[in-house]
């Protein structure tokens, strides 16, 4: 089966819990091992389980990377869950997986429950994406949009029920407003950004547990507002258009070099350091996900490959047993090449 093939089947079964494929922490800079050496090296056959769950948006790629990665290596078997971000993270404090994807960088209180089980991790950005604002393609008018109008609308104390609420030149039509629950990464970051605080979200939406059926909901809706990610906008540029946020558009040229601010973001797989070392089913897939193969899976689930230099940056921190966070202490507005780079 083809990535491509792959990716798009995910996409029609997201609302699955669990995808199968194969055969059959704390913040800081301490080692979790030694150099590292190629797990899946020529005439070395390797075998075992590994459990990834976590970010629904992540999911894509490491569907990807496990498909690309299993034709080289049969005897491994890997599943794939989409959980959501948080559910995600609640099932690695738990060692209940050996890899969390996530769509944002891991929490304070993340790090602090990883550390109170003992359990120490590697930061891995896998990918670039971005936060794309969407509405029905019959919404022809709306050019552009800012983050002052999109927390006028949806910050928790918004009144605003009509486009022309927002502005004035705008429709005296109602707004019907999607997006994911709070279980997502994606939620997190989006009322981050333009609200200041996850929590402060208007709770009148329509909360969407799956991005099919929030895409599935704009594309019905001639006045709908929502927001996914880049990958769910090129999967279905038929159903949906996106709107160019402070005059920019979502591509993969303004989400990889930082211009499509501030809803630009990494995302990453948290891996866990004892898995790392003991596991080498999880030491031979991280290097894999961190080799030659990596852009081609990262394009195939739709996301923006992240650059040699950056993808290099990370393999060394990688093969330095670096364990702990450097993105959840980064301060807002860097690019990921500087966030590794003041980490050197």
Known sequence: ????????????????????????????????????????????????????????????????????????????????????????????????????????????????????????????????????????????????????????????????????EVDPSWPAEPIQLYGPTDAHGTYEFFNEVVNGDKENVRPDYSQQAQYDTLITSVANEKNALGYVGFAFVEQNRDKLRVVPVNGLEPTAETILDGSYKPFSRPLFMYVSAKAYTENPAAKSFVEFALGAKNAEAVQAAGYVPMSGENLAAVKARVDAGKTGSIFSTAAAGLSVSEVLKNAQ
């Open 1 to 164: 089966m083809s990535i491509p093939s792959i990716v798009k089947i995910f996409g029609a079964t997201v609302a699955a819990s669990l995808l199968l494929i194969g055969c059959g922490a704390s913040g800081g800079g301490s080692a979790a091992g030694g150099a590292s050496t190629s797990g899946a090296a020529a005439g070395t056959s390797v075998s075992g389980k590994l459990n990834i769950d976590g970010s629904n948006t992540v999911s894509p790629i490491a569907t990807a990377l496990v498909e690309l990665y299993n034709a080289e290596n049969k005897d491994v078997e890997i599943s794939v869950g989409s959980a959501g971000t948080g559910a995600g993270m609640g099932k690695f404090e738990k060692g209940e997986i050996e890899i969390a994807n996530a769509s944002r960088p891991i929490k304070d209180s993340e790090i602090e429950k990883l550390a109170a089980a003992k359990i120490d991790f590697m930061e891995i950005p896998i990918a670039h994406d971005g936060i794309c604002i969407v509405v029905n393609p019959q919404n022809e008018w709306l050019k552009d949009i800012t983050i002052e109008q999109l927390n006028k609308i949806w910050n928790k104390d918004s009144k605003v029920k009509m486009w022309s």
